[in-house]
């Protein structure tokens, strides 16, 4: 017999809500106020979950424990995997002093950080997430700007507030591909709906960066390219989405952002270059101060040979992210196991399906077809470019593993925290809370989407919660459901800044540990702030003509 979530174990919504919350506030409180140790902070909240969970919600004790083990999996495999590659490659690039050298070419485009910023985190950052998702950009970018003398608060901050706008179409538009799938909508008509609400915001978070950055005046400073960069991802997002398909809509406006930034700055240069690594305001953080400007010549069998490891690097993950190469790859190896004592154990029920659904626990290791396994394959074709032999390469591996061992554990904790709220239902009832708002649904479903992402740490798994009752509350409301559908996803990328993996992946990738609170606690404002944006949004295509004819 299935256990059958209760989404209102008291008969009290404001008590089962407040209950609900527990595990979370448990772990932020923590983590953001407290200064504990992330791992601790998880292990924290994921007890709390545990209690709530048996001892709130009547969850049978095993299947609680079984939910946190199948998270934990999941954490080590892909998010893990992922991280654990992606440090090995900087490593390797650090080790022979290429990095070195591609910070210096880098340089050479602009010296001025505001533009480095744009470049790296904004497009480069959106390739990435278009190409693999699951923290690969925010892992990637945060590396590579503390590379080049970011502070490590800037590194890890900027980059979680770059990686926002492309998320909704992360992993070759998997979130918007699987809310299709699993919900019933038209793939076409959420995507093109998501493709009206988010080049707003492709258009905005590139001034939003700079200002967190520098401060405002700085912003102004360089508008134009700003504007350059923004605009030139904004139409191709808008286009791609609404007439072609999710899939290539990131990675598409990304290289045309990216292409157009350059092409601009070799025309245009800001009279007064910023040379500050640090946040405004936040100088103390740890970041290496300005050096002074040093102008290296390098060979181009250097250059070469320090660029060779990212391009490399870029042509897997673009490879790996590709269906028919992840479907052959799945032929040669994937194994699936049903978690004993939890697969179809747990049933869904309404309002937030329609009828009954029991819930799939199946542990998938495709090793083979797995973003972080391009990424090995990629960092040890790159070792061998930059010079490594065989034995160097697997004592930096090992080194890696070791370096990154706390980071690891944090992330399984998080994943079997998230994992564990979603089976007993618990996020559920958060999710409830915000369903329950009346006429001003628009506004609290966009931010039902937040929460999900902030949860679970993924986009993909909002929608998969959320997408069902975002249908329904729309259709009893006499709201468009695409509406809904799309506001879960575009409300869900600004949560991403604020999911406890993204923080631990960008710590572990500028090497800041144990900093996760000061990441968190930077970051939150400007998450709050760009999801309610996105929530005054779709409320404005809700009921206000001339937004509403972005609906149809």
Known sequence: MAWQQIYDPFGNMFISTALAAVPVVVMLVALGFFHIKAHIAAGMGLAAAFCVAVFGYGMPAGLAGNAAIFGGLTGLLPIGWIVLNIIFLQQLAEGNGSFKVLQDSLSGITEDRRLQLLLIAFCFGAFFEGAAGFGTPVAVTAGILIGLGFSPLAASGLSLIANTAPVAFGALGTPVITLAKVHGYDVMEVTGMIGRQLPFFSLMVPFWLIWAFAGRKAMMEIWPAILVTGLSFAIPQYLVSNFIGPELVDIIAALVSMVSLVGFLKVWQPKKVWTSPSLKGHEKDGGEPPRAKTMVAYSSKELLRAWTPWVILTVFVFVWGLPV????????????????????????????????????????????????????????????????????????????????????????LMLALGTLTRFSGTDTTLGLAFANTGVLYPFFGTLMGWLGVAMTGSDTASNVLFGGMQKVAAEQLGLNPNLMGAANSSGGVMGKMIDAQSI??????TRWFHHEGDILRYVFFHSVALACLVGVLVTLQAYVPPFTLLVH
């Open 504 to 509: 631990v992946v960008a710590s572990t990738a």
């Open 325 to 412: 190469v992840k479907d052959y790859l799945n032929t040669l190896f994937m194994a699936k196991f049903p978690m004993a004592g939890l697969n179809n154990l747990v049933e869904k029920v309404p309002p937030v399906v329609t009828t009954p659904h029991k819930e799939a626990a199946v542990y998938v290791l495709n090793l083979l077809s797995t973003t972080g396994t391009g990424i090995l394959l990629s960092a040890i074709v790159g070792a061998f470019v930059m010079g490594y032999g065989p034995v160097a390469i697997v004592k930096t591996f090992l080194r890696t593993v070791w370096l990154v061992r706390m980071s690891l554990l944090t992330i399984v």
